[in-house]
């Protein structure tokens, strides 16, 4: 993997040069759960990280007591109705349908709080407390809504409180996601998917920190937040920084912030990176107009 430290004219904050430590990690030792809240700390600074993982910690028990202890010894199916009795009905988790674009439904420590979050943090619960309790679940990167996925042919929707889908279910997901634009997508482009083994590959929890990620940028960019949006990108960099479309959107959103100088140098690399990209020649009139503005 390559080197994970934060991007050039980032300030090396604890709490990034804690989130890069993570994301050099191989995949067996990666915590997702850790990782989940070194991107909530972003938003919220000093946030403790103990009671957090505590509270997971305590789901995971109430699950063993359901069962009288490990998944291993009570079999998937009772481990799974212990884990979504727990989750979705004593703790009360479920999708938030009404405000599903708020960024706290991407912030781990909020979605516990509020008990409300997007597909892919519910999944995190999910798969964090299954974990915990060693029910081998794992995350599934599909297109337009994340799932949860297990043994044989197991597919779960945790933004509909763990229900097993079967393939005319997972049909039905693909033609809602990318036939029809969403309230929060006016406009969106119609993209007809056809239903195979790929899109239910197990994602990688750098896959998933990296999803969460955007969806972020997306979720604070529509909002015009771009300080935030800037910080999620450059978590994003940390996560992968052989990308250089990267260093565009940084760049941009360091225009925005009156950065004038560090878009300039983000933007030249990124020509360095892809000198035959196709907007090369946008961007170098935007380093033209950024060098202009630069005091």
Same mark, same amino acid.
């Given at each position: 993997m390559s080197d994970a430290s934060p991007p050039a004219g980032t300030e090396p904050s604890a709490n990034r040069l804690a989130f890069a430590r993570l994301a050099a990690q191989p995949e067996a030792l990666l915590d997702l759960a850790t990782g989940c809240l070194h991107i909530a700390a972003e938003a919220y600074p000093g946030l403790a990280f103990g009671p957090i993982l505590g509270e997971l910690d305590l789901l995971a028990g109430r699950v063993r007591e359901r069962l009288g202890g490990e998944a291993t010894t009570a079999g998937i199916g009772a481990a799974l109705a212990a884990l979504h009795a727990v989750l979705y009905g004593e703790y009360g988790l479920r999708g938030d349908r009404e405000s599903y674009d708020d960024p706290r439904n991407s912030l781990l420590n909020d979605v516990l709080a509020r008990r409300l979050g997007l597909p892919i943090t519910l999944a995190v619960v999910e798969l964090e407390v299954a974990w915990r309790v060693a029910l081998p679940l794992h995350g599934i990167g599909f297109p337009g809504h994340f799932l949860v996925g297990g043994p044989g042919d197991l597919v779960i929707d945790p933004f509909d409180a763990g229900r097993q889908l079967g393939p005319d279910d997972l049909e039905a997901v693909l033609r809602r996601t990318h036939r029809e634009p969403t309230r929060h997508e006016p406009g969106a +482009?119609?993209?007809p998917v056809a239903l195979h083994a790929a899109l239910l590959r197990p994602a990688t929890k750098r896959e998933i920190l990296a999803r969460i990620l955007r969806n972020l940028h997306g979720s604070f960019v529509r909002r015009r937040d771009w300080g935030s949006a800037l910080w999620s990108v450059e978590l994003?960099?940390? !996560?992968?920084?052989?990308?250089?479309? @990267? !260093?565009?959107?940084? +760049?941009? @959103? !360091?225009a925005r912030a009156g950065r004038f100088g560090a878009a300039v140098a983000e933007l030249r690399r990124y020509l360095e990176a892809r000198p035959d990209a196709d907007d090369a020649d946008l961007v170098r009139r935007a380093i033209a107009a950024f060098r202009g503005r630069i005091h």
């Amino acid at each position: 993997m390559s080197d994970a430290s934060p991007p050039a004219g980032t300030e090396p904050s604890a709490n990034r040069l804690a989130f890069a430590r993570l994301a050099a990690q191989p995949e067996a030792l990666l915590d997702l759960a850790t990782g989940c809240l070194h991107i909530a700390a972003e938003a919220y600074p000093g946030l403790a990280f103990g009671p957090i993982l505590g509270e997971l910690d305590l789901l995971a028990g109430r699950v063993r007591e359901r069962l009288g202890g490990e998944a291993t010894t009570a079999g998937i199916g009772a481990a799974l109705a212990a884990l979504h009795a727990v989750l979705y009905g004593e703790y009360g988790l479920r999708g938030d349908r009404e405000s599903y674009d708020d960024p706290r439904n991407s912030l781990l420590n909020d979605v516990l709080a509020r008990r409300l979050g997007l597909p892919i943090t519910l999944a995190v619960v999910e798969l964090e407390v299954a974990w915990r309790v060693a029910l081998p679940l794992h995350g599934i990167g599909f297109p337009g809504h994340f799932l949860v996925g297990g043994p044989g042919d197991l597919v779960i929707d945790p933004f509909d409180a763990g229900r097993q889908l079967g393939p005319d279910d997972l049909e039905a997901v693909l033609r809602r996601t990318h036939r029809e634009p969403t309230r929060h997508e006016p406009g969106a +482009a119609v993209i007809p998917v056809a239903l195979h083994a790929a899109l239910l590959r197990p994602a990688t929890k750098r896959e998933i920190l990296a999803r969460i990620l955007r969806n972020l940028h997306g979720s604070f960019v529509r909002r015009r937040d771009w300080g935030s949006a800037l910080w999620s990108v450059e978590l994003l960099g940390i !996560l992968d920084p052989g990308d250089p479309d @990267l !260093l565009r959107d940084r +760049a941009v @959103l !360091l225009a925005r912030a009156g950065r004038f100088g560090a878009a300039v140098a983000e933007l030249r690399r990124y020509l360095e990176a892809r000198p035959d990209a196709d907007d090369a020649d946008l961007v170098r009139r935007a380093i033209a107009a950024f060098r202009g503005r630069i005091h």
